[in-house]
């Protein structure tokens, strides 16, 4: 795990890098107690609120598109008021020993949202706008890729008010150990499994892991997935949702009678995502011609080889300025002239305002929620096939699986195994999607939200009510 700034927009887990936004670091939203304060310990309170602004508004739209899907399926009523909700929803406080010696309090959230198919599954989030409403918003995301994917979870995600940049690893965590054991109440190897998500990775997984060993006194390595290889990690998790980006796309521009090779890519992010898909389309042919940190962006015509610009810019500088790429802004990114758009950083990028503007005729979200419901209306009217996050970056959540399975038969499977059985995973999702959205002449996204609530729906009729 990286602390300083730069190297963060490379290394945050499943999302990261990107939008220059999450650069713009409001204050930290915890209130800071002085330690000296702690003798009067009862009175110890946060001197004021977390402050989260509304990056925009998450859960309402998740709703609208509930409620636009119930319709079209003629979700039975009960079935879809049961889905409006989230079936827990847990919000911790999180007391950290700072290094000099304070106290200070972070606002964490762990939600499920749903758990017909199975134990709740999804990351965990460290970024200074987390709120409740997102994360909800984001865990519902979860139930319905989980469903499409046909793996058997519901949805969860869990998130830490918190701009990890500005902690030291040994803030970190103490952060991380803490919030695991206020969750503790809630996750489990057969209930809730967390993975990383924007600003996690690996090591915070590592923590997870610990922290809960240590409690219950033994290992237990499907409690937690996107773990070090070292620690029964799966093999080709941290590269499976760039990889899965790079399979979707592949086979979209196959249905599209186009030929991958040469195809221009603009990548909007270079974390953990973006790298991976960059370096999995180069591999196929493709010409990554643009990508982006939260430093800005770089453009060359011939194209960006992702395996140099990743081998010799080092994890904690910026991408901007490579040799022979000129530098273009964020703005400039989304609205290339190329042919295939991944935005693949953090939500709400393509929003009404710059949708008009994209050139691209297919756009892969290769991040969660990257296009708001109006973008998505714009992009719709300009013929725009928008490949939905739910189908497009469920290789992070597939490999999860797998790794979760081999944790509870302590049997690891070779790198060509995973990659063949996430591949074949993820390109029947995609057949069935793409064989739907022909059939009812509706986008993308509606039809992979057809499949998923139906397949939540199917579920719930087998387990009837309780009691
Ligand atoms: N955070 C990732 C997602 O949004 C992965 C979740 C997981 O692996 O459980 O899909």
């Given at each position: 795990m990286v602390k300083s700034s730069k190297a963060q927009k490379k290394s945050n887990g499943n999302n990261g890098g990107g939008k220059p936004a999450a650069g713009d670091a409001p204050p930290l939203t915890a209130a800071r107690v002085s330690s000296s304060a702690l003798p009067a310990a009862a009175g110890v309170s946060s001197a004021r609120q977390p402050v989260v602004p509304k990056r925009h508004d998450m859960w309402e739209q998740s709703l609208r598109q509930l409620d636009a899907t119930a319709k079209s399926i003629n979700l039975e009523p009960s079935v879809h008021e049961v889905l409006r909700h989230c079936k827990r929803t847990l919000e911790v406080a999180v007391p950290v020993k700072m290094d000099n010696g304070t106290l200070q309090v972070f606002q964490g959230y762990r939600v499920h949202h749903n758990q017909f198919r199975g134990p709740a599954k999804g990351g965990l989030r460290y970024h200074h706008e987390v709120s409740m409403d997102e994360v909800k918003a984001l865990a519902m995301l979860m139930t319905w890729k989980c469903a499409l994917m046909n793996i058997p979870y519901g949805g969860a995600k869990g998130g830490v008010v918190v701009d990890p940049r500005k902690l030291s690893i040994g803030e970190l965590e103490r952060l991380t150990r803490r919030f695991t054991s206020e969750i503790m109440i809630i996750i489990g190897p057969d209930k809730d499994i967390p993975a990383p998500d924007m600003g996690t990775d690996g090591q915070v997984m590592a923590w997870i892991y610990d922290t809960y060993n240590m409690t219950t006194g033994h290992a237990v390595p499907q409690?937690?997935?996107?773990?070090?290889?070292?620690?029964?990690?799966?093999?080709?998790?941290?590269?499976?949702?760039?990889?899965?980006?790079?399979?979707?796309?592949?086979?979209?521009?196959?249905?599209?009678?186009?030929?991958?090779?040469?195809?221009?890519?603009?990548?909007?992010?270079?974390?953990?995502?973006?790298?991976?898909?960059?370096?999995?389309?180069?591999?196929?042919?493709?010409?990554?011609?643009?990508?982006?940190?939260?430093?800005?962006?770089?453009?060359?015509?011939?194209?960006?080889?992702?395996?140099?610009?990743?081998?010799?810019?080092?994890?904690?500088?910026?991408?901007?300025?490579?040799?022979?790429?000129?530098?273009?802004?964020?703005?400039?990114?989304?609205?290339?002239?190329?042919?295939?758009?991944?935005?693949?950083?953090?939500?709400?990028?393509?929003?009404?305002?710059?949708?008009?503007?994209?050139?691209?005729?297919?756009?892969?979200?290769?991040?969660?929620?990257?296009?708001?419901?109006?973008?998505?209306?714009?992009?719709?009217?300009?013929?725009?096939?928008?490949?939905?996050?739910?189908?497009?970056?469920?290789?992070?959540?597939?490999?999860?699986?797998?790794?979760?399975?081999?944790?509870?038969?302590?049997?690891?499977?070779?790198?060509?195994?995973?990659?063949?059985?996430?591949?074949?995973?993820?390109?029947?999702?995609?057949?069935?999607?793409?064989?739907?959205?022909?059939?009812?002449?509706?986008?993308?996204?509606?039809?992979?939200?057809?499949?998923?609530?139906?397949?939540?729906?199917?579920?719930?009729?087998?387990?009837?009510?309780?009691?």
């Amino acid at each position: 795990m990286v602390k300083s700034s730069k190297a963060q927009k490379k290394s945050n887990g499943n999302n990261g890098g990107g939008k220059p936004a999450a650069g713009d670091a409001p204050p930290l939203t915890a209130a800071r107690v002085s330690s000296s304060a702690l003798p009067a310990a009862a009175g110890v309170s946060s001197a004021r609120q977390p402050v989260v602004p509304k990056r925009h508004d998450m859960w309402e739209q998740s709703l609208r598109q509930l409620d636009a899907t119930a319709k079209s399926i003629n979700l039975e009523p009960s079935v879809h008021e049961v889905l409006r909700h989230c079936k827990r929803t847990l919000e911790v406080a999180v007391p950290v020993k700072m290094d000099n010696g304070t106290l200070q309090v972070f606002q964490g959230y762990r939600v499920h949202h749903n758990q017909f198919r199975g134990p709740a599954k999804g990351g965990l989030r460290y970024h200074h706008e987390v709120s409740m409403d997102e994360v909800k918003a984001l865990a519902m995301l979860m139930t319905w890729k989980c469903a499409l994917m046909n793996i058997p979870y519901g949805g969860a995600k869990g998130g830490v008010v918190v701009d990890p940049r500005k902690l030291s690893i040994g803030e970190l965590e103490r952060l991380t150990r803490r919030f695991t054991s206020e969750i503790m109440i809630i996750i489990g190897p057969d209930k809730d499994i967390p993975a990383p998500d924007m600003g996690t990775d690996g090591q915070v997984m590592a923590w997870i892991y610990d922290t809960y060993n240590m409690t219950t006194g033994h290992a237990v390595p499907q409690i937690v997935t996107g773990k070090p290889v070292s620690l029964g990690g799966s093999l080709g998790r941290v590269e499976a949702t760039g990889r899965g980006v790079s399979y979707i796309t592949a086979a979209v521009a196959k249905e599209k009678g186009l030929d991958l090779k040469g195809l221009r890519v603009a990548i909007q992010g270079a974390g953990n995502v973006g790298s991976n898909a960059a370096k999995a389309l180069h591999e196929m042919g493709a010409r990554v011609v643009a990508l982006s940190d939260v430093g800005g962006a770089i453009y060359s015509e011939s194209g960006i080889d992702p395996f140099k610009l990743f081998s010799q810019v080092g994890p904690k500088d910026s991408i901007v300025g490579f040799p022979g790429t000129k530098s273009i802004s964020n703005d400039e990114l989304l609205a290339l002239d190329a042919d295939i758009l991944i935005p693949a950083a953090l939500g709400g990028v393509l929003t009404e305002k710059n949708a008009g503007e994209v050139k691209a005729k297919i756009v892969v979200e290769a991040a969660n929620g990257p296009t708001t419901p109006e973008a998505d209306e714009i992009l719709r009217g300009k013929g725009v096939t928008v490949v939905p996050d739910i189908l497009a970056n469920a290789g992070g959540v597939t490999v999860s699986y797998f790794e979760w399975v081999q944790g509870i038969q302590y049997y690891f499977w070779e790198l060509d195994e995973i990659n063949t059985r996430l591949h074949k995973i993820m390109t029947k999702a995609f057949a069935n999607l793409w064989a739907l959205s022909k059939r009812e002449r509706i986008p993308l996204r509606d039809a992979a939200m057809r499949i998923a609530v139906s397949r939540v729906a199917e579920a719930n009729k087998m387990l009837g009510l309780f009691p």
